[in-house]
Structures are given as structure tokens and as C-alpha cells.
């Protein structure tokens, strides 16, 4: 595979990670997120640091913990992938778009 070129897994993976990112910073700590997602899954253990490996791709994000954490939150799975997707890609397409840059001059 090329340098720089993404494939659809890491795709997946980079959004996985960001939905777990984006449900953390929703609770007032990291501590206080781990407890709850663990809680709601069920788990005997959760560490911060699991979740921190989550974010940053070191590990996969298990399926079950990304409904999780849209419990936690209290939103969908649809509404927590929206946020986490404008949170991973601040700037969209329609956004570039509507931006209205200076003009160019005309050119005699």
C-alpha cells in the first residue's frame, strides 16, 4: 500500500475512535466516562487508559462499546456519529463551499 493512502478499515477505525473521543469529552471526566461505559456494558473492568487506547487507535473499539457510550451520553448511535464525524472533519465539503474568500481581481 501507497504512503498516504487510507483504506476503508482505518476509515472505520479513525471514526470508532472518534465517537469514543467525542462521548468522553461529553462527561466531566475521563474517570467518570470509563466508570459509566463499564458499567453499561456490563464489564468487571474499564480502565481510563483502555479508553485513551481506544482513542488513539492503538486498540479497536469494540462495537458494543460504541452503543455504549451513545447510552452514556444519551443520544443515538446516529446523532454520536454526526458529532464524532464533524469533530474528525470540522471542515465539510458544504462548508467550503459557502465560505465567500476575497475576489479575485480581474485581470485586464
Not at 477505525?13 to 462527561?27: G, H, K, L, P, Y
Not at 463499564?38 to 452503543?67: C, H
Not at 470540522?90 to 462548508?95: A, K, L, N, V
Amino acid at each position: 500500500m501507497a504512503a498516504g493512502i487510507r483504506t476503508a478499515k482505518s476509515v472505520y477505525a479513525e471514526q470508532a475512535a472518534a465517537m469514543i473521543r467525542v462521548s468522553r469529552f461529553r462527561t466531566r471526566s475521563a474517570a467518570f466516562f470509563a466508570a459509566r461505559l463499564r458499567d453499561e456494558l456490563g464489564w468487571g473492568s474499564l480502565s481510563r487508559q483502555a479508553v485513551y487506547d481506544w482513542e488513539a487507535g492503538r486498540t479497536r473499539v469494540p462495537a458494543v462499546a460504541i452503543l455504549a457510550a451513545a447510552r452514556v451520553i444519551n443520544v443515538s448511535v446516529d446523532e454520536l456519529f454526526a458529532i464524532a464525524d464533524r469533530f474528525r472533519c470540522p471542515r465539510t465539503h458544504d462548508q467550503a463551499e459557502e465560505w465567500q474568500g476575497p475576489e479575485r481581481p480581474e485581470l485586464a
